[in-house]
């Protein structure tokens, strides 16, 4: 389990689909309604709200819950959500990187405090952990959307810069202001992507023992429930031994 990706096969093996199936629609939504309040509320005209119907539609959001928050975000009493980033450590001193959309600072930055110092870690400085990160577009395709050997192929030609295949699937990075025309030029050959959207990948990646992993885990989950938060990137490698153990 790579601290980038792979989020989805953690929140299978640890179950409670249902409730984690409510909690990432809401924070599709949230993520729509800034991006289309960020710029025009058309998808086609706006890269940010595209990426974002995207991987909403890939998450099986259903069409009208994707529509309303389009709307919501020309609506007077819309909410203003504000978008921070927290960087620390975790168990085995892995790096984070926790991207939230808030309407309360105060409320978030205590919730993730905790979250991180009861589970192993610590926040650090603004930048204390993502120097050690490349800032990168990922475009995630399934497994089932072609062989390696074709997807390396079609994602050359499309510009990326990396492709990883793995049964889990086919991530694709590219440099983030390539992001969107990459990830067109892959969806007229492959389909719709999974997903299209800025990235934190990291340089260097630690493993991670059982026991850390335990701790790592419980962590990710704790910040995951959180409705502010996004995203965790981490540059954590956990084995399938470790996470067959733990499951």
């Given at each position: 389990?790579?601290?980038?990706?792979?989020?989805?096969?953690?929140?299978?093996?640890?179950?409670?689909?249902?409730?984690k199936?409510?909690?990432?629609?809401?924070?599709?939504?949230?993520?729509i309604?800034?991006?289309?309040?960020?710029?025009?509320?058309?998808?086609?005209?706006?890269?940010?709200?595209?990426?974002?119907?995207?991987?909403?539609?890939?998450?099986?959001?259903?069409k009208?819950?994707i529509?309303?928050?389009?709307?919501?975000?020309?609506?007077?009493?819309?909410?203003t959500?504000?978008?921070i980033?927290?960087?620390?450590?975790?168990?085995?001193?892995?790096?984070?990187?926790i991207?939230?959309?808030?309407?309360n600072?105060?409320?978030?930055?205590?919730?993730?405090?905790?979250a991180?110092?009861?589970?192993?870690?610590n926040?650090?400085?603004?930048?204390?952990?993502?120097h050690?990160?490349?800032?990168?577009?990922?475009?995630?395709?399934p497994?089932?959307?072609?062989?390696?050997?074709?997807?390396?192929?079609?994602?050359?030609?499309?510009?990326?810069?990396d492709?990883?295949?793995?049964?889990?699937?086919?991530?694709?990075?590219?440099?983030?202001?390539?992001l969107?025309?990459?990830?067109?030029?892959?969806e007229?050959?492959l389909?719709?992507?999974?997903?299209?959207k800025l990235a934190?990948?990291?340089?260097?990646?630690?493993?991670?023992?059982?026991?850390?992993?335990?701790?790592?885990?419980?962590l990710?989950?704790?910040?995951?429930e959180?409705?502010?938060?996004?995203?965790?990137w981490?540059?954590?490698?956990?084995?399938?031994?470790?996470?067959e153990?733990?499951?």
């Open positions: 389990m790579a601290g980038h990706s792979k989020f989805k096969n953690i929140m299978h093996r640890k179950g409670a689909q249902d409730k199936r409510a909690a990432a629609f809401s924070k599709l939504a949230r993520e309604t800034v991006a289309a309040k960020s710029g025009l509320p058309d998808p086609a005209m706006n890269a940010r709200l595209r990426a974002a119907v995207i991987t909403a539609r890939a998450g099986g959001m259903p009208d819950n529509e309303r928050s389009i709307n919501k975000a020309s609506a007077s009493d819309a909410e959500y504000e978008e980033r927290y960087e620390g450590f975790g168990p085995g001193g892995v790096s984070l990187i991207e939230a959309l808030t309407d600072r105060n409320r978030t930055a205590t919730n993730v405090r905790t991180v110092s009861k589970n192993g870690g926040l650090g400085a603004s930048g204390s952990v993502s050690a990160f490349d800032r990168m577009g990922l475009i995630n395709f497994a089932e959307a072609g062989a390696p050997d074709a997807i390396f192929e079609a994602a050359l030609d499309a510009g990326a810069q492709i990883t295949s793995s049964d889990d699937g086919h991530e694709i990075w590219t440099d983030q202001g390539s969107h025309e990459v990830a067109r030029a892959l007229a050959v389909g719709e992507p999974e997903g299209a934190w990948r990291p340089q260097v990646m630690v493993e991670v023992n059982e026991s850390d992993a335990a701790t790592l885990l419980k990710i989950d704790a910040l995951d959180d409705d502010d938060v996004q995203q965790v981490g540059n954590y490698d956990v084995s399938d031994e470790v996470m153990r733990l499951a």
